[in-house]
């Protein structure tokens, strides 16, 4: 079997596609001042580009792992994300508090889907 890595670059690939799966790394916003609305909507957007690249798309998402600097922005990004996805193809999904690699990084997502 094939194994695609979508984007790598020296320390991991964007996804990995393997098996009819793709395997999402965690992503981030490029744009660490925003909010949390706007960093989330940052990371969909990829994630968007990712599963297109790999011949999938938000549909086909079987889970996702969401990790969040402060549940006080919970709500913010439950909103954005329920915006985002179609309520018939949610996938499975877990969300933990983290701490992340800079304080500015308030949102952090990977994910497995289907292709």
């Given at each position: ?24 790394a965690g992503q ?50 439950k909103a954005a ?35």
């Amino acid at each position: 079997m094939t194994i695609t890595r979508i984007d790598p670059n020296p320390q991991f690939a964007q996804a990995t596609v393997h098996g009819g799966f793709v395997f999402i790394a965690g992503q981030i916003a490029d744009d660490w001042d925003k909010d949390i609305v706007g960093q989330s909507e940052e990371i969909f957007a990829k994630i968007d580009a990712i599963l297109a690249a790999a011949t999938s798309d938000k549909s086909r998402l079987l889970s996702l792992t969401v990790f969040i600097k402060d549940f006080a922005d919970y709500a913010a990004y439950k909103a954005a994300y329920v915006g985002w996805l179609d309520a018939e193809t949610m996938p499975a999904r877990a969300t933990v508090a983290a701490e992340m690699l800079d304080p500015k990084i308030l949102i952090e997502i990977q994910g497995v889907a289907a292709v």
